[in-house]
């Protein structure tokens, strides 16, 4: 079972970058889909979560209007697609998998990917 992130590097502020997460030994869309991120000397933090069957949360509002999930099911891959992107977004990027919606929220997670560096900088 593995979980692997891509689509990081290096932007200019307002840029826009779309991150994927494949997932291999098992099915994306059976789970709950979650994007977290930790910035340098910060604490990991949750972007949004995602589940099919259950709908999309985000963790903070102010990600409302620049960052969306979207899946394709026939890659078994889950984009986070980023928009007027800011250096505060700089951050190492994970894509993780829970068996639900409310534990991806309670950063309850089954499988973790490696992370994927995003740096917002002119």
């Known amino acids: 079972v593995q979980v692997v992130e891509s689509g990081g590097g290096l932007v200019q502020p307002g840029s826009s970058l779309r991150l994927s997460c494949g997932a291999s030994?098992?099915?994306?869309?059976?789970?709950?889909i979650g994007w977290f991120r930790q910035a340098p000397g910060k604490e990991r933090e949750g972007v949004l979560c995602?589940?099919?069957?259950?709908?999309?949360?985000y963790f903070a509002d102010s990600l409302k209007g620049r960052f969306s999930i979207s899946r394709d099911n026939a890659k078994n891959t889950v984009y986070l697609q980023m928009n007027s992107l800011k250096p505060e977004d700089t951050a190492v990027y994970y894509c993780?998998?829970?068996?639900?919606?409310?534990?991806?929220?309670?950063?309850?997670?089954?499988?973790w990917g490696q992370g994927t560096q995003v740096t917002v900088s002119s």
């Open positions: 993780a998998a829970a068996t639900s919606l409310l534990r991806c929220l309670n950063t309850l997670i089954d499988y």
């Open positions: 030994g098992f099915t994306l869309d059976d789970y709950a």
């Open positions: 995602f589940k099919s069957s259950e709908g999309k949360s």
